[in-house]
C-alpha cells in the first residue's frame, strides 16, 4: 500500500487553498514540472496563474478549466488546461488536491494514471 500526504502549494495565493498529492515520498507534479522541456514553461506558468484565479474564487472559460461531470468515487475531478499541457487534481474538503500534470498528447494515458491514483488515495485514506 502506498503511503500518502498533501503538502501546500505555495506559489498558489488566494482564499481557497492548493495543494500538491505526494505518493512514497514523490510528488508528480514536481516530476513533470522538472523533467517539462524548456519551450512548455511558459505554459505550466499559465496554468499556475489559472490556479490563482480558482483560488480567488474567479471563473475560467472551460477551455482554461473545468470539472469532470461526474463525481467519481466521491471526489470531484477537475482539469487545468493550455494549448499542450494539462494538469488533473481533484476537489477535497481542503481546498483542491493536484494530483498529476500531463501533456495534450498523452491525455488517455495520463487521464487514467490519474484515475487510477486518486482511487489509491482515496483507499488510503478511508482506512
Known sequence: MSNFEIRNID???????????????????????DDLEEVYKSELRSIYAYMDQVANLKTL???????????????REFEFKSKHLRVYGI?????????????????????????RIKEEYIKSIKR
Open 11 to 33: 506559489a498558489v495565493k488566494g482564499i481557497q487553498k492548493f495543494y500538491k498529492l505526494i505518493k512514497d515520498d514523490i510528488c508528480l507534479i514536481d516530476d513533470f514540472e
Open 61 to 75: 472559460p472551460k477551455t482554461k478549466f473545468h470539472f469532470y461531470n461526474k463525481d467519481k468515487g466521491g471526489f
Open 91 to 115: 476537489a477535497i474538503k481542503e481546498g483542491k488536491l493536484i494530483v498529476l500534470g500531463g501533456t495534450k498528447a498523452n491525455q488517455n494515458d495520463d487521464t487514467t494514471t490519474f484515475r
